[in-house]
């Protein structure tokens, strides 16, 4: 039981210290530094935060070095790739969801953290994020935080264009051709790269059929992954998605292409900084870098998500940001697991991190940066709608494989291929299910 009186702040310093304090006489018997090996990706703010928390954790813990190994996202996961097949892998490592799938389909490609629970302080976390993390049983990873796709509108554009901000499907669709007549060509309701228009023509086939492109419930201990949409189903996806690109309603694959790049960010995007792309579908962790360059009178605002009526689902796209795994082949696991759980659960650690992974799922760091007003409010505005929907059960998390490399590889090569006009909506659709499924048996 908590002693009356004792802050929450100060109670949590005392819990970290006095683990620290139990580890330091045998790290120091040893009379070497018990070196951990440490891996993550990311930019800049997240490389100085991350060496800053790392520098604590070893300042607390003498007798432990930890060896750092950071670079951007490009190349990451092959380097990880080959590193984990030569059995060479990180001690801990940052990986995506999805990676799981990829690495540990039986539960034994990560060590099984299960067993050092008492260095993890799980408490910190909810059952269903910590499901997240669990294969066959086997607790391979915990999450870092969580994120979603959320609708982001500039107020000042959709006043321009005498349109309230659209709240239905139809409202959405309908944007499309207003903006063109009434701002003119270069105006969009909605910009987004090919992958993100992909996941919202999803959220309405999940809305009006019932399921996503890949079966949800599927799993390595229950039954094996499979396409889930029905040929009509699919074929809706990719009208869908259509509808999103000829009512002009969103930016063009060729017309991204063409101004320097079809996956380049958003922010960058010199339509979207001055006002003439007036929203954009994206993870809630980014609306900062999305709100970053817009200047007065642009401000940006939290759309309501379109659903279509008595849909059970909100059809949103959420899952785990980031997650952090102990490799298989790891000599000192009770010490990875120790540094996992200071990174997720110190609330001096939180401090230093601050949002570098998005907001924390751990519920203290959460707290405490939400206390001390270190989340911007939009953000934590998204941030408390998605975990209310999540809450709900409105938000379903997606089949890992959906996310697999090579099989985002295909999704997106067949979408490009309707991007084009290159194929028609009941060819596109054939391929997604057929082919699909194939595929999904090569790498299941």
């Not at 002693?3 to 970290?16: E, I, N």
């Not at 951007?72 to 092959?78: A, D, K, Q, R, T």
């Not at 709608?385 to 959906?402: M, N, S, Y």
């Not at 054939?430 to 699909?436: F, N, P, Y």
Request: hydrophobic share 40%; aromatic share 8%; proline share 7%.
């Amino acid at each position: 039981m908590l002693r009356p009186g004792l802050p929450r702040r100060r109670l949590l310093q005392a819990g970290a210290a006095a683990a620290a304090s139990l580890a330091v006489p045998a790290l120091r018997a040893q009379g070497r530094p018990q070196v951990l090996r440490f891996a993550w990706w990311g930019g800049a703010a997240r490389h100085g935060a991350t060496l800053k928390a790392v520098q604590l954790f070893q300042e607390r813990n003498p007798g432990v070095r930890i060896k750092s190994e950071y670079m951007g996202f490009g190349g990451y996961l092959e380097r990880l790739t080959a590193q984990i097949a030569g059995g060479s892998e990180p001690d801990l490592m940052q990986i995506n969801w999805a990676w799981m799938a990829m690495f540990s389909k039986r539960g034994n490609g990560f060590t099984d953290l299960q067993p050092h629970a008492s260095l993890l302080n799980l408490g910190q976390f909810s059952e269903g994020d910590l499901a997240m993390g669990r294969v066959m049983g086997k607790l391979n990873a915990l999450p870092v935080s969580y994120t979603a796709r959320v609708l982001l509108w500039n107020t000042h554009t959709w006043g321009r264009a005498g349109l309230a901000l659209p709240r239905t499907w139809d409202e959405l669709f309908a944007s499309g051709q207003h903006f063109r007549s009434k701002l003119g060509e270069r105006y969009y309701p909605l910009d987004g790269e090919l992958y993100d228009m992909m996941l919202l023509a999803q959220a309405w086939v999940h809305q009006q059929h019932g399921t996503p492109y890949l079966d949800p419930l599927a799993s390595p201990e229950g039954r094996p992954p499979q396409v889930a949409m029905s040929l009509a189903a699919a074929q809706d996806w990719v009208a869908t998605y259509r509808r999103l690109v000829d009512g002009h309603t969103c930016t063009s694959l060729p017309l991204r292409a063409s101004l320097g790049g079809a996956e380049k960010p958003t922010e960058q995007q010199q339509d979207w900084v001055l006002g003439q792309w007036a929203g954009n579908y994206t993870w809630d962790s980014v609306i900062n870098l999305r709100a970053g360059n817009l200047k007065p009178p642009q401000t940006l605002a939290l759309g309501e998500f379109p659903t279509l009526p008595g849909a059970r689902n909100s059809g949103l796209f959420g899952r785990p940001t980031l997650m952090y795994a102990v490799g298989r082949n790891c000599k000192q696991p009770e010490l990875a697991a120790r540094l996992a759980s200071f990174l997720l659960t110190d609330p001096d650690a939180a401090l230093l991190l601050g949002r570098t992974r998005g907001v924390p799922a751990a519920r203290g760091p959460q707290q405490l940066l939400t206390e001390r007003k270190l989340i911007p409010p939009l953000e934590l505005q998204a941030h408390q709608v998605i975990q209310a929907l999540k809450a709900a059960g409105r938000i379903d998390l997606p089949a890992p494989l959906f996310e697999h490399a090579r099989l985002h590889r295909f999704m997106r090569e067949v979408f490009e291929t309707v991007a084009y006009n290159k194929t028609n909506d009941r060819d596109a659709a054939r391929r997604l299910v057929e082919e699909g499924s194939s595929l999904l048996r090569r790498i299941k």
